[in-house]
């Protein structure tokens, strides 16, 4: 299934405006490239539910899938997460949200 592509905001000495964020899809979800430096912000437009992102982990470990990394995010909050080192995460990083609530951006240096 496609997933929906985020586009990295490149970081540089001048510095960077604010990022496009890009608006949840729990149904598709989304793919980021990953270069092992970049981080994602994820902002909760809800003002009365938390929300759950969830950063998938490719391949399997004794033929099982890797435990995705799950993480709430409160109601009306931010919350940035990063670096995802591409041995972890590989080239492709792979984010799932349960809402439309969720807001994404992605910043690479």
């Known amino acids: 299934m496609p997933r929906v592509s985020v586009p990295v905001n490149q970081i540089t000495r001048a510095g960077i405006a604010a990022g ?6 729990p149904t598709n979800h989304h793919a980021i490239s990953n ?8 902002r909760n ?3 009365s539910v938390a929300r ?10 004794d033929g099982q899938g ?3 990394r799950a993480v709430s995010i409160p109601t009306s909050a931010t919350r940035r997460f990063g670096p995802f080192p591409t041995g ?3 080239s492709t990083l792979l ?3 349960d809402n439309a609530d969720l807001k994404l951006t992605a910043y690479g240096l």
């Open 45 to 47: 437009s809800s003002g």
């Open 95 to 97: 984010v799932d949200v």
């Open 35 to 42: 270069n092992g430096r970049m981080w994602v912000e994820v």
């Open 66 to 68: 890797i435990t995705p």
């Open 52 to 61: 759950t992102v969830t950063f998938r982990l490719p391949g399997l470990t």
């Open 20 to 25: 496009s964020e890009v608006n949840g899809d």
């Open 88 to 90: 972890d995460y590989g």
